[in-house]
């Protein structure tokens, strides 16, 4: 079983609905949680960073963590067409800028975002 | 450009060859990671450097795979004697030890192996 499970999709979705991503693991070590979005052929690019259990909202943006259920979750309000990518959730035991630590990451979730 | 940068974008080589490929952190940053995607897949973490010490390398695929960031700027990634299973994309990141980032990522290798 892998550390990080993540449904693959795809999800598609009318333009202006509201998408929930979600990751559950198994390792209680990791603290520290993060969402990347990645385009086709190209890098992933961080969205979100949140420690430990909380909400943390910047934009359209929200990403929860539930570290008693092993649970995150990114939601996207009002969806475009250019949300359109595959979103990676990401996570480590140590803060990522300390120690050097790597993350591990899901396996991706592809959303479409149909106009 | 100040982001991560990586060269080439994209490699062909036929099984059996030797291939670098080359990553220039954020200039300020003094850590650098390299993964590995395949498809479908998320990256998999592969070794870090700090500075110029190679600090994390077990998880290295196999001893075909290397490393080195000599002067502690840029860095290359070496497979030596190349299988069609590496074929991948080989990502790069950089963060800064201290600054409370999270790991940058560069456009990625993509590899295909014949």
């Known amino acids: 079983q892998k550390e990080v499970e993540q449904d693959p999709g795809p999800l598609s979705v009318p333009e202006g609905a509201i998408v929930s991503l979600n990751c559950t693991y198994s390792n209680s070590a990791f603290q520290y949680f993060m969402w990347y979005r990645q385009y086709s052929r190209k890098g992933p690019e961080l969205l979100m960073y949140?420690?430990?259990?909380g909400n943390k909202e910047d934009g359209r943006f929200t990403a929860q963590v539930d570290k008693s259920s092993k649970y995150i979750s990114l939601f996207i309000r009002d969806s475009q067409p250019s949300d359109s990518a595959t979103y990676l959730c990401?996570?480590?035991?140590?803060?990522?800028?300390?120690?050097?630590?790597?993350?591990?990451f899901g396996g991706g979730t592809r959303l479409m975002v149909k106009p | 450009d100040t982001g991560v940068s990586q060269d080439p974008r994209h490699k062909i080589t036929k099984r059996g060859q030797n291939v670098t490929f080359r990553c220039d952190p954020i200039?300020?940053?003094?850590?650098l990671y390299w993964y590995r995607q395949t498809l479908g897949q998320g990256p998999e973490f592969l070794t870090y450097?700090?500075?110029?010490?190679?600090?994390?390398k077990s998880r290295l695929l196999s001893d075909r795979f290397s490393a080195e960031r000599p002067k502690g700027s840029f860095s290359t990634l070496e497979i030596q004697r190349t299988e069609q299973g590496d074929s991948a994309m080989y990502l790069c990141a950089s963060n800064l030890r201290g600054a409370g980032d999270t790991q940058y990522f560069g456009p990625g290798t993509r590899l295909t192996v014949l």
């Open positions: 450097f700090q500075n110029e010490a190679q600090l994390e």
């Open positions: 990401a996570m480590s035991a140590r803060p990522p800028n300390n120690a050097g630590n790597m993350l591990t």
């Open positions: 949140t420690y430990s259990s």
């Open positions: 200039s300020e940053h003094n850590r």
